[in-house]
């Protein structure tokens, strides 16, 4: 007998354009199948896209770099049919008696014919629908069996205009697909719009019942003391005779050492008829005083998982299903004081801090492994909500599974934007797509596919534009898919905030010219402009943000004040937010964390998974607990995001110069901060001067003693270093701090270690290092520092740091933890630099 269960088709396939492929699908599937990658076929990325194929077998060049996207022939210049393309693989499946196979796609762009073993069957349009097919009275009778899928892109891909624009001429908007592919003022073309089986592909195996879609709810009672646990599921009966089945359902917590403990067992006792679906809800599971799940930065991120099996009468085992399931309430509604959304979890009110998210890669190369680096970077920016951005993806359930472990709430949009749905040049169809009920078809399957996710939070109907109003109040209908959900029509409720002028940016320019107005203007090449460079200085649009810190003196010093720059600018911008927590915002998601390719906008870490500083100002920023200096009074505030009030608590300010003189230091003992706010302190005023303090202090040496380990285990390594800045005047006493990082450890706890002693009363003037900044490079066997693009694609994806720019006062002792992925066959090295710190100390 067949093994139960499912398995995944993602290696092995073959591509081939379909127009160079003279033979029907059913000759490939049964007298003509491919034997490898000769031409006209090749190895093919699936789940991917079209030109993901193409990338991979180097037909075309990398669109991501250089000006090569333009070498790449468009859909509206070479027509549908340049794109369409035949997949191809074989798959092993010898069924027993009364087991059935069905064959799965969870994404298909646009639509499909689908041939196996000779039979034809046809895919329908729409990108975000999944598709089952039992195809078991198809199968070969000795298990070998070939597939062969001809896929067409979008029906209405649309032309790019000279000018780009956002989404092109919004022809897109016409189908049920994603929206960015005709470009965005952040975003190149997409030139095949994502065609492609782009989504996980799978076989599962089953016996006469299958489950179908199972629904958790969670209910409570008495201050979250009692919970209830409600489960719905569909039952399908495949076999031609009425069967008998029992129906389990067990909830099981993991402690540490991965002890799993029983919570719930219960069984029911069904009779199903012959070729019938049925829906059964399982009496409601009692749970007192469970672990809760929470977002980050308010608890532990508790999950439960919950296994339901049917069991048929004379079979055994027929089908098993099993999901981490979350227990939270949230809510949301228009804040009376503010204006702006508000959002409690589990009955405590949440300031939102976080950003707006595209997708992971512009040409669908998705995989858990960049998922979880993804997430794990916004739970490591403090940050507790994303939201999924209209004109992207539904986002997949792996996105969703790194979102619930990091406590990242999800604000999940429909397939609707302003720019493609009612406005825009030319002016765009508000109508929505040519089809409502597909529409509406993809949305009902997105809210079964996603709706047990704890971390999915809201749904919305769409980016700055109101659905047409039968999807709007078919949404509002069909939501009821998902009870206990809110659904919002439009974004415009919501505060958020687009920040261009402090995108993240790092690298060379091709030279800088000094105007007579005194402004740095940057001409950066035709490469910086296509990628979607916006400069750090230009008159009359962009403030001089370069000259605030000291003329740059080469492109090197220009990128390392721009990346500071960078820093000051988020966490400004957050800290600023902050500080008018419930009396003027409820929160604030920035425009926008990341991006899908090698843009030059909108990022706190690029395509590569490289940080920008910008990181790091919103990971101060973002801490649950954090001391801030507002700028407009130069009061000192303490925000506390915790739970619980802090209380015999102390504040410490020094103001130090460039030269390690400390004009100012003082400590205000027994404080209190309430919890869930910031709290203005008027009696610690820091009385610095305004102009520009932060100036460079030319190349002399600054002293610096470093204590490194380095732990390894197969290909990850751990460097631990502690760096302590030598002060001239040795009766200077060490100061050991945490500047201001909030450092996360464990499921969710928070390690708030105070500041040691400081004595400011130095008879001589210390150098004081500003923005350390570690970088990390890869050689080979013969210590070739340069790395090739595949080494830093790995490198860069793995890199995970507690900081990577920070400052030393004289005396100080600061700890730093690295953790990073070491590519086969190569030696990391990781040097030191700083803003005057010119060693370039090599540290391992």
Known sequence: MAEIGKTVLDSGWLAARSTEVHLSGTQLTTTHSPTGPNKPWMEAAVPGTVLGTLVKNKVVPDPFYGLENEAIIDIADSGREYYTFWFFTTFQCKLSANQHLDLNFRGINYSAELYLNGNKKILPKGMFRRHSLDVTDILHPDGQNFLAVLVYPPDHPGTIPPEGGQGGDHEIGKDVTTQYVEGWDWMTPIRDRNTGIWDEVSISITGPVKIIDPHLVSTFYDDYKRIYLHTITELENKSSSVVECDLNIQVTSELEGGVCIVEHLQT???????????????????????????????????LYNVTITVDVKGHGESDSWSHMHGFRKIESYIDSATGGRLFKVNGQPIFIRGGNWILSDGLLRLSKKRYQTDIKFHADMNFNMIRCWGGGLAERPEFYHYCDIYGLLVWQEFWITGD?????????????????????????????????????????????????????????????????????????????????????????????????????????????????????????????????????????????????????????????????????????LIWKTQNPWTGLRGQFYDHLHDQTAGFYGCRSAAEPVHVQLNLATYFIEAVNTLSEQLSDVAIEASVWDLEGTCPYYVVHEKLSVPSKKTELFT??????????????????????????????????????????????????????????????????????????????????????????????????????????????????????????????????????????????????????????????????
């Not at 070729?275 to 399982?282: E, K, L, P, S, Y």
């Not at 809210?447 to 769409?462: D, E, M, T």
């Open 268 to 302: 029911q006792h069904l009779s199903i008829p012959s070729g019938n679906r049925v829906q059964h809800a399982f009496p409601q599971l009692f749970f007192y005083k469970p672990n809760l799940w929470w977002p980050n930065g308010m608890g532990r991120q508790a």
């Open 683 to 844: 009696g610690c005023i820091c009385l610095v001067e305004t102009t520009n303090c932060w100036s460079h202090t030319g190349r002399r040496e600054f002293p610096l003693r470093l204590h490194q380990t380095l732990l390894s285990k197969g290909p990850l390594m751990k460097w631990k270093c502690t760096s302590k800045t030598n002060p001239k005047n040795q009766t200077l006493k060490s100061l050991t701090c945490k500047n201001n990082f909030v450092t996360r450890i464990g499921d969710g706890d928070f390690d708030m270690a105070s500041l040691g002693p400081v004595n400011s009363a130095a008879e001589k003037k210390q150098e004081a290092s500003l923005f350390q900044r570690i970088y990390r490079r890869f050689s080979g066997e013969n210590d070739d520092l340069q790395a090739t693009r595949k080494e830093k694609i790995q490198e860069f994806s793995q890199f995970i740091t507690q900081t990577t720019t920070f400052h030393l006062y004289p005396g100080e002792v600061m700890p730093i933890k690295i953790s990073f992925e070491v590519p086969p066959g190569v030696t990391p090295r990781i040097r030191l630099h700083g803003w005057n710190y010119h060693s370039g100390h090599k540290v391992y």
């Open 420 to 588: 493609v749905d009612g406005r825009g040049v030319p002016v765009s169809n508000p109508n929505g797509p040519l089809d409502h009920d597909l529409f509406m078809l993809c949305a009902r399957d997105t809210v079964k596919l996603l709706r047990n996710h704890p971390s999915l939070a809201l749904w919305v109907g769409g980016n700055e534009q109101v659905p047409p109003p039968d999807i709007n109040n078919a949404l509002k209908d069909e939501l009821k898919l998902h009870p206990h959900f809110e659904s919002l029509h439009n974004t415009g409720n919501c505060c958020y905030h687009k920040s261009y002028n402090a995108s993240g940016k790092d690298g060379k320019f091709r030279c800088l010219r000094k105007l007579p107005n005194g402004y740095i203007e940057e001409v950066p090449n035709p490469i910086w402009e296509y990628h979607k460079y916006i400069p750090y200085s230009k008159a009359g649009k962009v403030h001089n943000q370069i000259l605030l810190y000291g003329t740059p003196t080469d492109l090197n010093d220009f990128c390392l004040k721009a990346q500071l720059v960078n820093y000051i600018q988020y966490r400004a911008l957050l800290e600023g937010w902050t500080s008018r927590m419930w009396s003027k915002y409820t929160g604030v």
